[in-house]
């Protein structure tokens, strides 16, 4: 079956034909949506908004296409349809087990498009620098902060700058990670507006790896003290941020760090970089971009599979 976008064309051999079927109901489900800050209702879920304005969208039980976060829950595999993921962890797509991908890679591919995670949480609209430095500056009341709940092995290179950092000043850490702060922070950006610096770390460093860390602090305001992507200078002008990856140890990240700290000057010269080129949303966050993407997975459904208990089998396997 094909199915065809409303309100817009988004290829060149989009015909009159094409338009009289935009009408046509896509059957659509979202997996593992359900968890932690993903949470929300379909009002909210950043796919929904945009997939409802450029297509006719029912949500479904008995879905024709479903969008799945994450591979790790393997709740996905017990729809027999056109599978799409979208990765919230650094994982290459498996196109035996899923159809369509949105991942972090650069991966060329018909079947991919690249999306970093943070796409989820914002258009791009928040992150538009508006304020004067000197008003961004007179709001920080307090110097840094760290809000961590992952102590995997793998995550560990935030702690020991945490742990390095705190040997020379307090920083205020309000996740379950070294907490002591004795609470937990609720509302992470509201939390983050105070502080002069965020920590705003990966658990891990690869290429086109960039997660809601960095957003977070920038929706807040604060200085990003960033490590992971090591292409992030792709995706948000660097002058306004922090790389410790550029610095040639811990110390000399930290150094700098607490240089700013101390000197107005020095801090107003990240306050006032927008955080894109020409402050414009990067291409990451185009709502069109990712409906012609969809175009290209509602027009191209993948064959459908012979049914049978896959998600039993492939649980005794793992």
Known sequence: MTYYAKGKAFTKNYTQNNLDLMNHKIKLNFVNFDGGFEKCPLEENRFYQILNKFFNIEISNSPDFIIYLGSNNKRYLDYNCTRIVFENEYEEPNFALCDYAMTFSYLDDPRHLRLPYYFYFTDGSDLIKNEKPEKILAEKKKFCNFVFSNSSRRAQFRVTFLKELL?????????????????????????????????????????????????????ARSIPIYWGNLAINDEFNPKSFINVQKFANTDAAIAHILDVDRHDDLYLEYAKEPYFYNNEPNEYLSAERVASFFDRVFTYPAKKRLFFPIRKVWDKVL
Do not use: P
């Not at 020379?168 to 922070?185: E, P, Q, R, Y």
């Not at 509201?190 to 891990?204: G, L, R, S, V």
């Open 167 to 219: 040997q020379k000043k307090h920083v205020d850490c309000g996740g379950k990670i070294l907490n002591n702060m004795d609470k937990l922070v609720e509302d992470k950006v509201a939390f983050c507006k105070d502080y002069k610096f965020t920590i705003a770390m990966e658990n891990k460093s690869r290429v086109g790896y960039t997660t809601e860390k960095i957003l977070h602090a920038m929706q």
